[in-house]
């Protein structure tokens, strides 16, 4: 009896052992849920903050441009007024010019986080003067001029473009999967001005019958009836002055995202081991080594490899470099200057609609092209070679189709509106794939490459612009079609 009762009671310790033990995992697997919930949301968070974040980097010039024909019939400079915001917007490369020499000759002198609440406070300000001054006019050698207007815009433009040289190198205070969260971000820049002008109604035409009377007066006097389209443009929903408000608002609302960037506890804890002071780096454990010569964001690559240049972590030869460059440069001259300087004379003569979709899609591809990198990231540089031909293949059709204007291919054709509207949209796609992929490679290679990296954005886009500029607005060697009259053989 006391030997069973022995077993017995051992066989009850053991039940309530292991019952303490199924407890203890089944609470501990719920805390790790529980934990993984809670970094779940704060990873949430920060996607959100990060791309709201990038949102600012071109909101308010980009909605600038969408706004212009609702503009230019209210102030003295018409339509030459695209023109001189072109000049504008290259004369404002003297803001990445200075921070790229800061970090080039005194590294550390500048403070980049107190540079880019400069940047977006000023950008915010000056978005909401607009919705003040922008009609406002002053006599400027005996001729009207739009002195605050092109005053305003010459500050968004500096906002603007140190925007590359300053929020991309922020970015390296985060873990590295953020990144692509802000160029999606910076994708939305360019989409959400050109919805909102949409629900406001800039630029929608209709076509109208129109009739006019040609007097016969040679042999008779009888009148002869000519019906033919009229493009009529639709007033606005809202002014011009609440989309300045919005665009203001929306600059405010990056600023929020960068405060709480720098300060959310839960954003803090996102951060790598690594922490940033005026952009240069410094370890927070004795001993680590420097984030430009270690990868943060490949895990595959060798941890002790033989380098073989020395910029950046030295994985990429001086050759692959200047590949490298040369490709972003390319890239962003023909996507921010070169081809939308022509896309009214590529898409027009196929009608209002095909227009306004290819503006809209081709807007939405960006951040579409983000969100593909973000779980396709394809890091070969044969491949971003071949992707960086073959849109620029198609951004050379493009380019035939405006030349052609207002009688391109097919333009007579229902499948010519479908075909530029496919052309414009695979263009910015396969493009701006391109560009995100050789920012997260440039990512990698630590926080000077990426001052490097907005530095050559801004210079393509200023390369493309110089070239451009002359060949529509001086020599005029492109031709406008007829949104509603396209007479072509």
């Known amino acids: 009896m006391k030997s069973a009762f022995h077993v017995q009671t051992s066989r009850g310790y053991f039940r309530t ?37 990038g949102m600012g980097s071109w909101v308010s010039i980009n909605g600038l441009w969408v706004e212009l024909p609702l503009i230019v019939p209210h102030i003295p400079e018409g339509w030459y007024l695209p023109s001189y915001l072109s000049i504008l917007i290259q004369m404002a490369n003297v803001g990445p010019l200075f921070i790229t020499l800061m970090h080039r000759f005194r590294p550390g002198a500048l403070n980049e986080t107190a540079a880019i609440y400069v940047i977006i406070s000023l950008g915010s300000v000056a978005t909401f003067l607009l919705g003040f001054f922008w009609k406002e006019t002053v006599v400027v050698a005996g001729a009207p001029r739009s002195v605050a207007l092109l005053v305003l815009t010459f500050f968004l433009a500096v906002v603007d473009c140190t925007s590359s040289v300053t929020f991309l190198p922020f970015m ?12 999606i971000g910076e994708g939305v820049s360019g989409l959400l001005p050109a919805l909102v002008a949409l629900v406001q109604g800039v630029g929608v035409v209709h076509c109208k019958n129109s009739t006019h009377h040609l007097n016969q007066t040679f042999h008779t006097f009888s009148n002869v009836v000519a019906t033919e389209l009229q493009a009529q443009y639709q007033p606005a929903n809202f002014s011009a002055e609440v989309f300045f408000f919005f665009l203001s608002a929306m600059m405010c609302v990056c600023l929020v995202a960068f405060l709480l960037l720098n300060y959310h506890p839960s954003v ?15 370890a927070c454990q004795k001993g680590s080594t420097s984030n430009e010569q270690r990868s943060m964001i490949d895990p595959y690559r060798p941890a002790r490899q033989r380098r073989k240049s020395s910029f950046g972590t030295g994985a990429y030869s001086w050759w692959q470099v200047f590949y490298i460059f040369v490709i972003l440069s390319w890239v962003n001259a023909l996507t921010n200057t070169v081809l939308p300087s022509v896309q009214s004379y590529s898409c027009i003569p196929y009608g209002n609609n095909a227009y306004h979709l290819s503006a809209t899609l081709a807007a939405v591809s960006n951040p579409v092209a983000c969100f593909i990198a973000m779980f396709v990231p394809i890091r070969s540089l044969v491949f971003m070679g071949a992707l960086t031909v073959t849109g620029s293949a198609v951004g050379a059709f493009i380019m035939s189709m405006a030349v052609l204007s207002p009688c391109p291919l097919l333009v007579n054709d229902t499948s010519g509106g479908a075909v530029i509207v496919l052309a414009w949209v695979f263009f910015i796609l396969s493009l701006s794939y391109v ?3 050789i920012g997260l490679i440039l990512r990698d290679e630590g926080h000077s490459a990426l001052v490097w990296c907005g530095a050559v954005v801004q210079l393509g886009s200023l390369l493309g612009a110089i070239t451009m500029f002359p060949l529509v607005s001086v020599y005029d060697l492109f031709t406008s079609g007829d949104p509603c009259n396209t007479k072509c053989p």
């Not at 995992?25 to 993984?36: D, T």
């Not at 390296?172 to 160029?183: D, E, I």
């Not at 803090?268 to 410094?282: F, L, S, W």
């Open 172 to 183: 390296m205070h985060l873990k590295p999967q953020y990144l692509t969260t802000y160029f």
């Open 268 to 282: 803090a804890r996102e951060h790598p081991n690594k922490r940033y002071t005026n952009g240069v780096k410094e």
């Open 435 to 437: 560009k995100v992929i």
């Open 17 to 53: 052992s292991i019952y303490c033990i199924g407890l203890w995992l089944l609470l501990l697997s719920e805390n790790k849920a529980l934990q993984q919930t809670a970094d779940s949301n704060m990873s949430l968070l920060t996607h959100l903050l990060a791309c709201l974040f």
